[in-house]
């Protein structure tokens, strides 16, 4: 019989399970701060009627310094305070919209924080590829009696807490104007962002801890790009194109898609949604201001072996599209801003090439995503390029490129009204109604055992694969006595999920999963923009525009267009219809509410979109408000004091560049480094690079790229007892031009005297100077081309 081995993984939860039988409230005790308290919102505005039981030219690339003390929560205020920006005149005798676009920094610390989507233990922040920004786009009514925001935020969703906050700095900042039923918060879902901005227990064990800093600085850049926005409305006009999308995308869960009715799926070309979605956004002058694209892909090219800090694929769209329209500008500035939101990317992947063995070549697309020889963790999609950086320009250059084939042939107006409806709900018990005599309920949350396998995008844990129907009474066992067993309705309710974990059950330090969730629609004339919690499918995402368009039909709004927005304003995992259910892949396996979460979306947002139509949406209720959790577990990393080797100092450089470079080529400069999370903290600084070429006529530098450069990447190498290194590359452009360059270095270190507390101290490094040249090396074939 073969031995059998365990992970890491395994082997922590073994020894868990040896500490803690009869000790697991004492464990517990030690690793969380357990003195919190809840506290219910009562601060926000009421727009949708009382509460009640629950019914079916600024700088753009910066941010301003802030406070890094510990959150207390969100300021309440009165309930209808004096803005304290006055409101700005707006002009009203014209047809179109008021339209302001706004973009700022959220990027949070690059370091000693791991990166959220994979959930992989040990993928720490490293360094930064790109900045992550929030893009807000305000469209308000010529009388500007109406208006609604959608932000699309670099990061890899929208959590509660976050949400909670940016409304309730919006409050005291601008009254009722922005307020939970007209604003929007949608994730691009990149899984190459920060964690720790969580309140829910699972996510927080999976940050390793809060991060005040972090949740901070992407509190402080939302509201910002939504200020900036606020102050940038102008008269305009919208116009809306759509279009398919070939090449960039596959289904990575395709036998579970196969589960839906064959008459449903005969209704569809694809087993993805290739279509593209996109608004143009001009004032009456034709000045181009933005854009908003909605498309269906997981922003995961960047794989989890990546530490740096980046937007991935749709980032990269982003990344394109603004600096082909602000010439002149560097990364992250200028005034045109161009967002690519998430869709109903579920079952989406980018890894065009499909799951292959990486130990033999052969393909693994089959129920279990397994491979003969070494199982599932074998098992793994390939992008289309030769390394991950490749494949994330590859995907985000088609999305690209559809998007402005679609922008410059937008013809079609966008008119109408604006409306939008919000409700909490309580999705841990919502009645849904089959027909008109059968009913059904939600579950209190519960994850599968598949979860715990991952997907081919991202392998997960020994011993669990995709399509687990049953549990194992290890595991269980093991959970049992850690966390107690799950009762027999949670199981009963779940079926045929086999319940890993029972998170609906388990409350402390404070509760492992969210039971109030936000529903919201808002719609700008025939255009509807559904606000989802959390990532449907490919079919969950068609029944649900479908229920909603026919919603609206059904009260005289006709030929509306729906769009999914995923990732919103709280974060639920997966939703997969019915029948996919079923099947228990790893997004079945993550349907935290039970097999009929999809049916209670469409029924809420049913709901929503008849109060729209029939100009009911004051007569709503609230809802149950969502708690706000003071005390969270803090981070894992403790902050220490950044040293430098005796006899240099911060920013000296330790390897410099060659003295010569050709386009194609790449320069390193490795310099003596600090811990870039205390960048985080102390803002005097907007990057930890630049690269600077050297104008004669003028006898200055001219900076030519930032850290927001897809060009550059920064390394962060972290020593023993306060030491490290960071490394500067380029990788020169075709587009660069022959000359003098230099690259500087830019950071703060964390100093702390004897019995006083710490200081963060700002400080550059001394340039690394070398000469570009017109020749041209190209890499694969290691010539030069003159």
Same mark, same amino acid.
């Not at 753009?60 to 310094?65: N, R």
């Not at 102390?682 to 003028?698: C, D, G, I, P």
């Given at each position: 019989?073969?031995?059998?081995?365990?992970?890491?993984?395994?082997?922590?939860?073994?020894?868990?399970?040896?500490?803690?039988?009869?000790?697991?409230?004492?464990?517990?005790?030690?690793?969380?701060?357990?003195?919190?308290?809840?506290?219910?919102?009562?601060?926000?505005?009421?727009?949708?009627?009382?509460?009640?039981?629950?019914?079916?030219?600024?700088?753009?690339?910066?941010?301003?310094?802030?406070?890094? !003390?510990?959150?207390?929560?969100?300021?309440?205020?009165?309930?209808?305070?004096?803005?304290?920006?006055?409101?700005?005149?707006?002009?009203?005798?014209?047809?179109?919209?008021?339209?302001?676009?706004?973009?700022?920094?959220?990027?949070?610390?690059?370091?000693?924080?791991?990166?959220?989507?994979?959930?992989?233990?040990?993928?720490?922040?490293?360094?930064?590829?790109?900045?992550?920004?929030?893009?807000?786009?305000?469209?308000?009514?010529?009388?500007?009696?109406?208006?609604?925001?959608?932000? $699309?935020?670099?990061?890899?969703?929208?959590?509660?807490?976050?949400?909670?906050?940016?409304?309730?700095? =919006?409050?005291? @900042? &601008?009254?009722?104007?922005?307020?939970?039923?007209?604003?929007?918060?949608?994730?691009?879902?990149?899984?190459?962002?920060?964690?720790?901005?969580?309140?829910?227990?699972?996510?927080?064990?999976?940050?390793?801890?809060?991060?005040?800093?972090?949740?901070?600085?992407?509190?402080?850049? +939302?509201?910002? *790009?939504?200020?900036?926005?606020?102050?940038?409305?102008?008269?305009?006009?919208?116009?809306?194109?759509?279009?398919?999308?070939?090449?960039?995308?596959?289904?990575?869960?395709?036998?579970?898609?196969?589960?839906?009715?064959?008459?449903?799926?005969?209704?569809?070309?694809?087993?993805?949604?290739?279509?593209?979605?996109?608004?143009?956004?001009?004032?009456?002058?034709?000045?181009?201001?933005?854009?908003? $694209?909605?498309?269906?892909?997981?922003?995961?090219?960047?794989?989890?072996?990546?530490?740096?800090?980046?937007?991935?694929?749709?980032?990269?769209?982003?990344?394109?599209?603004?600096?082909?329209?602000?010439?002149?500008?560097?990364?992250?500035?200028?005034?045109?801003?161009?967002?690519?939101?998430? *869709?109903?990317?579920?079952?989406?992947?980018?890894?065009?090439?499909?799951?292959?063995?990486?130990?033999?070549?052969? *393909?693994?697309?089959?129920?279990?995503?397994?491979?003969?020889?070494?199982?599932?963790?074998?098992?793994?999609?390939?992008?289309?390029?030769?390394?991950?950086?490749?494949?994330?320009?590859?995907?985000?250059?088609?999305?690209?490129?559809?998007?402005?084939?679609?922008?410059?042939?937008?013809?079609?107006?966008?008119?109408?009204?604006?409306?939008?409806?919000?409700?909490?709900?309580?999705?841990?018990?919502?009645?849904?109604?089959?027909? *008109?005599?059968?009913?059904?309920?939600?579950?209190?949350?519960?994850?599968?055992?598949?979860?715990?396998?991952?997907? +081919?995008?991202?392998?997960?844990?020994?011993?669990?694969?995709?399509?687990?129907?049953?549990?194992?009474?290890?595991?269980?066992?093991?959970?049992?006595?850690?966390?107690?067993?799950?009762?027999?309705?949670?199981?009963?309710?779940?079926?045929? @999920?086999?319940?890993?974990?029972?998170?609906?059950?388990?409350?402390?330090?404070?509760?492992?999963?969210?039971?109030?969730?936000?529903?919201?629609?808002?719609?700008?004339?025939?255009?509807?923009?559904?606000?989802?919690?959390?990532?449907?499918?490919?079919?969950?995402?068609?029944?649900?525009?479908?229920?909603?368009?026919?919603?609206?039909?059904?009260?005289?709004?006709?030929?509306?267009?729906?769009?999914?927005?995923?990732?919103?304003?709280?974060? !639920?995992?997966?939703?997969?219809?019915?029948?996919?259910?079923?099947?228990?892949?790893?997004?079945?396996?993550?349907?935290?509410?039970?097999?009929?979460? =999809?049916?209670?979306?469409?029924?809420?947002?049913?709901?929503?979109?008849?109060?729209?139509?029939?100009?009911?949406?004051?007569?709503?209720?609230?809802?149950?408000?969502?708690?706000?959790?003071?005390?969270?577990?803090?981070?894992?990393?403790?902050?220490?004091?950044?040293?430098?080797?005796?006899?240099?100092?911060?920013?000296?450089? =330790?390897?410099?560049?060659?003295?010569?470079?050709?386009?194609?080529?790449?320069?390193?400069?490795?310099?003596?480094?600090?811990?870039?999370?205390?960048?985080?903290?102390?803002?005097?600084?907007?990057?930890?690079?630049?690269?600077?070429?050297?104008?004669?006529?003028?006898?200055?530098?001219?900076?030519?790229?930032?850290?927001?450069?897809?060009?550059?990447?920064?390394?962060?190498?972290?020593?023993?007892?306060?030491?490290?290194?960071?490394? +500067?590359?380029?990788?020169?452009?075709?587009?660069?031009?022959?000359?003098?360059?230099?690259? @500087? &270095?830019?950071?703060?270190?964390?100093?702390?005297?004897?019995?006083?507390?710490?200081?963060?101290?700002?400080?550059?490094?001394?340039?690394?100077?070398?000469?570009?040249?017109?020749?041209?090396?190209? @890499?694969?074939?290691?010539?030069?081309?003159?």
């Amino acid at each position: 019989m073969a031995k059998r081995t365990f992970s890491s993984f395994e082997i922590f939860l073994i020894f868990l399970l040896v500490i803690t039988t009869g000790i697991t409230v004492a464990l517990l005790s030690l690793l969380f701060i357990t003195s919190g308290t809840i506290e219910n919102h009562t601060g926000f505005p009421s727009t949708q009627g009382p509460p009640a039981t629950q019914s079916p030219p600024a700088t753009q690339g910066s941010a301003a310094p802030q406070n890094s !003390t510990p959150s207390r929560g969100p300021t309440t205020t009165q309930a209808s305070p004096t803005p304290s920006t006055p409101e700005p005149t707006l002009f009203q005798n014209f047809s179109g919209y008021h339209i302001g676009v706004g973009r700022a920094d959220c990027t949070g610390q690059v370091s000693d924080i791991n990166l959220m989507g994979y959930a992989k233990t040990g993928q720490y922040a490293r360094g930064i590829l790109t900045r992550l920004y929030s893009r807000a786009f305000i469209m308000a009514e010529p009388d500007g009696s109406n208006r609604i925001v959608f932000v $699309s935020i670099d990061i890899g969703m929208v959590s509660q807490r976050l949400r909670l906050e940016v409304l309730s700095r =919006l409050q005291n @900042k &601008y009254g009722s104007l922005y307020r939970r039923d007209n604003v929007i918060l949608s994730g691009t879902h990149t899984h190459s962002g920060p964690a720790g901005y969580f309140q829910y227990t699972t996510f927080v064990i999976a940050s390793e801890g809060f991060s005040n800093r972090t949740f901070e600085y992407m509190v402080t850049g +939302i509201v910002e *790009s939504i200020e900036i926005a606020h102050k940038n409305m102008k008269p305009g006009k919208i116009f809306i194109n759509k279009g398919t999308v070939d090449g960039a995308q596959i289904n990575r869960s395709p036998t579970s898609y196969l589960w839906n009715p064959q008459s449903e799926r005969a209704r569809y070309s694809s087993n993805t949604d290739k279509e593209m979605v996109l608004l143009k956004m001009v004032d009456l002058n034709g000045e181009e201001l933005g854009l908003i $694209s909605w498309f269906a892909i997981h922003p995961v090219s960047m794989k989890n072996t990546n530490h740096l800090v980046n937007s991935d694929n749709v980032g990269y769209a982003s990344y394109l599209f603004e600096q082909e329209k602000n010439k002149g500008y560097l990364p992250g500035e200028g005034p045109y801003v161009a967002a690519f939101a998430s *869709s109903n990317l579920g079952d989406v992947s980018p890894n065009v090439l499909g799951p292959q063995c990486t130990n033999t070549g052969e *393909s693994c697309d089959n129920a279990n995503s397994s491979c003969p020889i070494g199982g599932p963790s074998m098992c793994v999609a390939m992008g289309p390029g030769q390394d991950m950086f490749e494949s994330t320009q590859i995907i985000g250059r088609i999305i690209y490129d559809k998007a402005k084939e679609l922008y410059e042939s937008a013809s079609q107006e966008v008119t109408g009204p604006l409306a939008s409806a919000h409700q909490w709900v309580n999705m841990t018990d919502v009645t849904v109604w089959l027909n *008109s005599t059968h009913t059904v309920k939600t579950c209190k949350p519960a994850l599968g055992y598949s979860f715990a396998a991952g997907t +081919i995008d991202g392998f997960g844990t020994v011993s669990f694969t995709q399509g687990m129907t049953e549990g194992d009474s290890f595991w269980d066992t093991l959970r049992d006595q850690v966390l107690g067993k799950p009762s027999e309705e949670i199981k009963e309710c779940h079926k045929p @999920k086999p319940v890993l974990l029972q998170t609906g059950e388990l409350l402390n330090p404070h509760p492992w999963h969210p039971d109030i969730v936000d529903v919201q629609i808002v719609t700008l004339g025939f255009l509807a923009i559904t606000a989802i919690p959390g990532e449907f499918t490919t079919m969950s995402g068609r029944r649900l525009r479908q229920a909603v368009r026919e919603e609206f039909e059904a009260y005289g709004m006709l030929n509306m267009t729906v769009v999914i927005s995923g990732l919103c304003n709280v974060y !639920t995992h997966y939703i997969t219809t019915y029948e996919e259910y079923q099947a228990q892949r790893y997004e079945a396996a993550s349907t935290i509410y039970g097999p009929h979460t =999809l049916s209670a979306y469409i029924q809420l947002f049913r709901v929503l979109a008849k109060a729209i139509a029939t100009d009911t949406v004051a007569n709503l209720s609230s809802g149950p408000k969502p708690p706000f959790f003071e005390e969270l577990m803090s981070p894992l990393i403790p902050n220490i004091v950044d040293r430098a080797p005796e006899g240099t100092t911060f920013g000296d450089v =330790l390897l410099p560049a060659n003295t010569i470079y050709r386009v194609g080529e790449v320069v390193e400069v490795t310099f003596v480094g600090a811990n870039p999370k205390n960048s985080a903290e102390n803002r005097t600084h907007q990057t930890f690079l630049t690269v600077e070429k050297y104008e004669a006529t003028s006898a200055t530098w001219q900076i030519m790229h930032n850290d927001a450069s897809w060009e550059t990447r920064f390394y962060w190498h972290k020593g023993s007892l306060g030491l490290s290194n960071a490394t +500067i590359q380029w990788h020169i452009p075709d587009t660069a031009q022959p000359g003098t360059y230099r690259i @500087k &270095y830019f950071g703060h270190s964390r100093k702390q005297d004897l019995l006083k507390p710490a200081v963060l101290l700002s400080f550059e490094s001394t340039p690394s100077v070398f000469e570009v040249q017109v020749t041209w090396f190209k @890499k694969e074939r290691n010539q030069q081309v003159l």
